[in-house]
């Protein structure tokens, strides 16, 4: 009996690991359509690079809408075709082109951003943030990665076909906004309001995101082209607790900051769960044909192999917000005078919502772990669910991921989640296909230049995103 039950056992292993390992080697690689970027003369590539230097000198800052009308007077000296041919809908400073291809089709929309944010550590800045230095090697300040060297690179594309005398096959819209910085509410919010009062339908929407960089992260040599087809949920509460004053000589057991502090570290003791959203769940089985055999393996049967996964993601810090809502605490308050006890102590905390996550469930958990005295309220400002999740097996995505594939390097396109928000957020009626991508190829080292000093982009690579725009704007294109 007991043999006939060891050998049923085994019989299972055995019948496991062939259904691992099957499923391992017929793991199909991507396949995209073969594109090429289109060239650009050389002449064309330094005055590119030349008028990106001078958008960047203008300061396009929140409290600066002087900044932003001179950007507009430049963009129309640069571009002199795009604005004669494509109509102009301002909203605000925010701009909405729409080029007419004539042809009854579902349409395009580009996005991007003009605003960028303020200036800190200005010592550790190796040129003025805003001078738009190019040297050898860089073009150096504020949006040459977020996101003002889209919007320029995406009117380079079009005043060049524009130039050829080429049409787009479907209509072209363009959204520019002027506050992603702080949630886009007046800009690309109401730009997307009025598209859907027009019934306007798109076959695709694409706004900045993922880029490329390396495979090292993911276990693979190749480089990865991370195009995103979700973004996380944006919330901040604030904790507030509450004390008696009085003088610091005879303190309580417990302050009112001592409260706050055990708020936060009990939220910091018992984090969110961790899974594999849809989005991580394609990234990991796209680059799986590319990698060495038990990697391999362990990725094409995450049915059975999650939990390992999500406790390798947690372990890196380049992928643990991948796998869960996360939490930050970032602002904190509390006390007059050194020895004043204060009567109350707060704390922002700032959360990125996974795929699934609410606002609801996300204030019941941070309910529960919350010390008595201690209450929760959400911070008035900017929130936003975490995204619909757009296909990745769409017409639409082969087409950014196959010429995303064209960029230098012959990058590997994956699907993925973008941790950070962007405007997209707000055009998700309007499309099945809302995806995130910046044609850029950067170093892990390069991501702490959004937001940070020493903002730049290698001056190499920007023809090739415009390059990139033109693909997008010539594939299919009527001749």
């Not at 102009?88 to 991007?112: E, I, K, M, N, V």
Request: glycine residues 6%.
């Amino acid at each position: 009996m007991f043999k006939r039950g060891l050998l049923a056992v085994l019989t299972l292993l055995a019948l496991l690991l062939l259904v691992l390992v099957v499923r391992a080697l017929v793991l199909p690689a991507p396949a995209l359509s073969a594109r090429v970027l289109p060239s650009l003369p050389e002449q064309d590539r330094d005055a590119q690079v030349e008028r990106l230097a001078q958008a960047i000198r203008f300061p396009t800052l929140a409290d600066r809408p002087d900044a932003f009308d001179a950007f507009h007077a430049f963009l129309a000296e640069a571009f002199p075709l795009t604005h004669e041919t494509l109509s102009l809908r301002p909203f605000g400073h925010s701009l909405l082109y729409h080029w007419d291809s004539g042809h009854d089709c579902a349409p395009t929309l580009l996005l991007a951003h003009q605003d960028v944010v303020p200036v800190s550590a200005m010592a550790e800045w190796q040129h003025p943030p805003f001078d738009g230095v190019v040297d050898e090697q860089f073009i150096w300040g504020r949006g040459t990665l977020d996101d003002k060297v889209s919007v320029m690179a995406i009117l380079e594309a079009v005043e060049a076909m524009l130039a050829e005398g080429r049409q787009p096959a479907c209509d072209v819209w363009l959204a520019f906004g002027h506050d992603e910085e702080t949630g886009g509410a007046q800009g690309a919010a109401r730009m997307a309001a009025w598209l859907q009062e027009q019934g306007v339908r798109f076959e695709l929407v694409l706004d900045e995101g993922g880029m490329v960089l390396s495979g090292a992260t993911l276990g693979i040599q190749q480089p990865v082209a991370l195009i995103g087809i979700a973004e996380k949920g944006y919330i901040s509460v604030t904790l507030e607790a509450h004390g008696e004053p009085g003088h610091s000589s005879r303190p309580p057991a417990q302050t009112a900051i001592g409260d706050l502090a055990v708020a936060i570290a009990r939220l910091q003791a018992n984090p969110r769960p961790a899974g594999l959203s849809l989005p991580t769940r394609y990234m990991l089985e796209t680059v799986a044909p590319e990698q060495a055999f038990a990697r391999r393996l362990v990725f094409a049967n995450l049915w059975l192999f999650e939990p390992l996964v999500v406790r390798q993601l947690a372990g890196n810090p380049e992928t643990h917000a991948l796998i869960r809502t996360t939490m930050a605490p970032t602002m904190l308050s509390g006390g007059v005078k050194d020895n004043v006890l204060p009567a109350t102590a707060s704390a922002v905390i700032n959360f990125r919502l996974a795929p699934g996550e609410t606002q609801e469930s996300l204030l019941n958990w941070v309910e529960r772990h919350l010390p008595e005295g201690v209450s929760v309220s959400i911070k008035e400002g900017f929130f936003a669910e975490p995204s619909r999740i757009s296909p990745a097996n769409s017409d639409a995505f082969e087409r950014v991921a196959s010429l995303a594939q064209a960029l230098p390097g012959d990058p590997l396109p994956a699907p993925f989640l973008m941790i950070a928000g962007s405007d997209a957020r707000h055009y998700q009626a309007l499309s099945e296909n809302v995806l995130r991508f910046l044609p850029v190829s950067l170093q892990q080292q390069d991501i702490a230049r959004f937001h940070g000093p020493n903002e730049r982009l290698a001056r190499d690579q920007y023809p090739d995103m415009v390059r990139f725009y033109l693909g997008l704007l010539s594939s299919g294109a009527a001749q």
